[in-house]
T-cell receptor, first 114, second 115 residues
Framework: DTGVSQNPRHKITKRGQNVTFRCDPI?????LYWYRQTLGQGPEFLTY????????KSRLLSDRFSAERPKGSFSTLEIQRTEQGDSAMYLC????????????FGPGTRLTVL | AQSVTQPDIHITVSEGASLELRCNYS??????LFWYVQSPGQGLQLLLK??????LVQGIKGFEAEFKRSQSSFNLRKPSVHWSDAAEYFC?????????????FGQGTILTVHP
């Protein structure tokens, strides 16, 4: 088991461009979470999935943001028409519903919007 | 809405000294509480968690935390700090009174360790 992986690790884009991030959870985990972390702040919840179903979305997730987990395994987070305010670290976490729901985090994708 | 407060943004200790990082939460029901550590450029690593039972919980790397319901606190402690403990520490609580769901994080405490 290699843990949660995220790609790319770094992304630099120009304002107005679309970007997509990928998260591969721990293989047996059925829950997958996305968080956003800006400098000097703790992570903030964006959305989470249980298997393929997206169960909750934060108000932080504007219409420009969309997340999918089509086969209940990996997930993608897309940001359309990026803005400078989208610059942040995007963290993915996964967990298993049996027992306590301990979330294990990936290394994150650092997005810089120029 | 529930919240997590870490009153100390930055703490500096000498190597070998004891450490206590403070965390207060605002939530009505029994919370599920966590401490995570984040090294520069890295993701979050779970140090310990409290769900129920003994209010003093042991974690990895020699850390422990004590849940005090009367003070709405979950402070993290270590008796002797090592230089490798320098990192940012986050306290977090699970929302909704369930054992699963989104984490609400404090803003973090940066720990600097002097030799």
């Amino acid at each position: 088991d290699t843990g949660v992986s995220q790609n790319p690790r770094h992304k630099i884009t120009k304002r107005g461009q679309n970007v997509t991030f990928r998260c591969d959870p721990i293989s047996e985990h059925n829950r997958l979470y996305w968080y956003r972390q800006t400098l000097g702040q703790g992570p903030e919840f964006l959305t989470y999935f249980q298997n393929e179903a997206q169960l909750e979305k934060s108000r932080l997730l504007s219409d420009r943001f969309s997340a999918e987990r089509p086969k209940g395994s990996f997930s993608t987070l897309e940001i359309q028409r990026t803005e400078q305010g989208d610059s942040a670290m995007y963290l993915c976490a996964s967990s298993w519903t049996e027992g306590t729901d301990t979330q294990y985090f990936g290394p994150g994708t650092r997005l810089t919007v120029l | 809405a529930q919240s997590v407060t870490q009153p100390d943004i930055h703490i500096t200790v000498s190597e070998g000294a004891s450490l206590e990082l403070r965390c207060n939460y605002s939530y009505g029901a029994t919370p599920y509480l966590f401490w995570y550590v984040q090294s520069p450029g890295q993701g979050l690593q779970l140090l310990l968690k409290y769900f129920s039972g003994d209010t003093l919980v042991q974690g990895i790397k020699g850390f422990e935390a004590e849940f005090k319901r009367s003070q709405s606190s979950f402070n993290l402690r270590k008796p002797s700090v090592h230089w490798s403990d320098a990192a940012e520490y986050f306290c977090a609580v699970i929302n909704g009174g369930t054992s699963y769901g989104k984490l609400t994080f404090g803003q973090g405490t940066i720990l600097t360790v002097h030799p």
